[in-house]
T-cell receptor, first 117, second 112 residues
Framework: AQTVTQSQPEMSVQEAETVTLSCTYD???????LFWYKQPPSRQMILVIR??????QNATENRFSVNFQKAAKSFSLKISDSQLGDTAMYFC??????????????FGAGTRLTVKP | EAQVTQNPRYLITVTGKKLTVTCSQN?????MSWYRQDPGLGLRQIYY???????DKGDVPEGYKVSRKEKRNFPLILESPSPNQTSLYFC???????????FGSGTRLTVV
């Protein structure tokens, strides 16, 4: 079974600075998808960024980018120019590719990020 | 607006009293899932559905039931809730192709 590990339960960063959240995963699959979700205090789960494992290019979405290292099974999220609205719990998630899977996303335990003014 | 709607947002109930959490999506997605979120454990899948009348267990199905009679609806039923089912529950839907789930706004359930 796939497992996702987020080793940083809590992090903080000053407004306008850059922060990197770590995520590692364990799988024997070659084709899969990786995601970062943001959960602000409103508790809504918001998709931040998505990476397809067969693509070597790292995904980016505005101030959010990932460092995807397939061999190392690492998928970190970098937030540039941090804003107060980035304060949230961040979840890393893994999904297998292919027919027959239960479309299950495996989530890490989350990293609580606080952006300080 | 494309969304997943789940109700209620908060629910306090007593042990053993049957309850249903409703979930509906307007995106014509094939897949729907229920997850529960607990501190330190992230989100874990309870049940999922690949299409109408097709449902199966996820990682933590004990004590829960689901049904998928229509493509848009996927209710979660707790026949006899117990305190260990106190949690934050999310309904989610997705289309095929690994695009990830769109989540509802969550239901905070407390069983006393």
């Amino acid at each position: 079974a796939q497992t996702v590990t987020q080793s940083q339960p809590e992090m903080s960063v000053q407004e306008a600075e850059t922060v990197t959240l770590s995520c590692t995963y364990d799988t024997s699959e070659n084709n899969y998808y990786l995601f970062w979700y943001k959960q602000p205090p409103s508790r809504q789960m918001i998709l931040v960024i998505r990476q397809e494992a067969y693509k070597q290019q790292n995904a980016t979405e505005n101030r959010f980018s990932v460092n995807f290292q397939k061999a190392a099974k690492s998928f970190s999220l970098k937030i540039s120019d941090s804003q107060l609205g980035d304060t949230a719990m961040y979840f890393c998630a893994f999904m297998k590719q292919g027919a027959g899977n239960n479309n299950d996303m495996r989530f890490g335990a989350g990293t609580r990020l606080t952006v300080k003014p | 607006e494309a969304q997943v709607t789940q109700n209620p947002r908060y629910l306090i109930t007593v042990t053993g009293k049957k309850l249903t959490v409703t979930c509906s999506q307007n995106m014509n997605h094939e897949y729907m899932s229920w997850y529960r979120q607990d501190p330190g454990l992230g989100l874990r899948q309870i049940y999922y559905s690949m299409n109408v009348e097709v449902t199966d267990k996820g990682d933590v199905p004990e004590g829960y039931k689901v049904s998928r009679k229509e493509k848009r609806n996927f209710p979660l039923i707790l026949e006899s809730p117990s305190p260990n089912q106190t949690s934050l529950y999310f309904c989610a839907s997705s289309r095929t192709g690994g695009y990830g789930y769109t989540f509802g706004s969550g239901t905070r359930l407390t069983v006393v």
